[in-house]
């Protein structure tokens, strides 16, 4: 059985699709703007948008959301990292955490999965880490450069896919997910 | 007739039941929580939530959203403003204006009114002015200690409600919108 991954964001999906390819998996991308509801829950968000894409395809069908919280900044920028991303930049960040000796900070990834017969089932992911003082390393996208997970001297930007995949909050969801999908399909 | 303001938040509603009355209308509060889309667009936002209203509810029905949108972060925090206050505060929007000379900013309020009859009407009010450099005044809420109107030496903060309802953009939506709803149904 195939599962579709629902996304407008194609570097995500090749980043899943790879690992699924490990676990015998087969993903297919579904190019479709799920609906993304407001919310400080990144689990009711996925479950919404899943609900937006069940409801105009009956299919087995995935999504995918993610956010970087920083406790210093009671959590922020979290289910709106991609809007401060693409406003603010890592560049804000940096200012907003300057003499701030508390840089504790995680990535969260949730993965929501229905079909029309199955009701949904979401997985988790998540990377503890720091936000360092200055940035590092050209991979990646988004807050790779500052985000520095426990145990690694490198920030994510500083890793290779592979590299950045044994740590990442989307592998540990994609894995979780992949895992329960190969049993209860026996793929 | 009456209009039913459906809004989570009391203050806001106070603010727009008052408007309301210097033209004759009579506004009636329906506490529900809309669904809040995530979108750059504060209409497309206003028009989804009252969409779930009106799934709910078979009344004449308005939502309203805004948001402050600083021209040197690209809009931030735009349509997130409220997440981003709870979050970091307007302390963390003046420590991303440090040295930044462009200090443009606007309060953009977008009313979006419809009943089961009568498909969706949309009202803005938009007032700009400036980011000051230290927060000022103890009225109002939210962004209003650091931003001052145009040709206005207050922020909004050190404006009595009065003062600020000559300016503020949720007013401004709210006056187009009454005046439109008294000739629409001769209240």
Do not use: C
Not at 2 to 24: D, H, I, M
Not at 41 to 53: D, G, H, M, W, Y
Not at 129 to 142: A, C, D, M, N, T
């Amino acid at each position: 059985m195939e599962a579709y991954f629902a996304t407008r964001n194609t570097g995500k999906f090749r980043e899943v699709e790879s690992l699924a390819l490990k676990y015998g998996v087969k993903v297919k991308h579904l190019n479709f703007e799920a609906v993304e509801i407001q919310s400080e829950n990144l689990e009711q968000i996925a479950l919404t948008s899943l609900k937006s894409v069940l409801d105009k395809y009956r299919l087995p069908v995935f999504v995918e959301d993610s956010g970087l919280f920083i406790s210093s900044l009671k959590g922020f920028p979290g289910p709106y990292s991609s809007y401060t991303y693409k406003t603010i930049g890592f560049e804000g960040i940096l200012r907003l955490m300057v003499n701030v000796k508390n840089r504790k900070a995680y990535f969260l990834s949730v993965i929501a999965f229905g079909s029309p017969n199955i009701s949904p089932k979401i997985f988790r992911g998540r990377v503890d880490g720091v936000i360092v003082s200055k940035p590092r390393g050209e991979h990646g996208f988004g807050f790779d450069p500052i985000f520095k997970p426990k145990n690694s001297r490198k920030t994510f930007a500083e890793m290779s896919v592979e590299e950045k995949n044994k740590f990442s909050h989307r592998s540990k969801a994609s894995r979780a997910f992949f895992k329960w999908f190969k049993n209860m399909f026996n793929v």
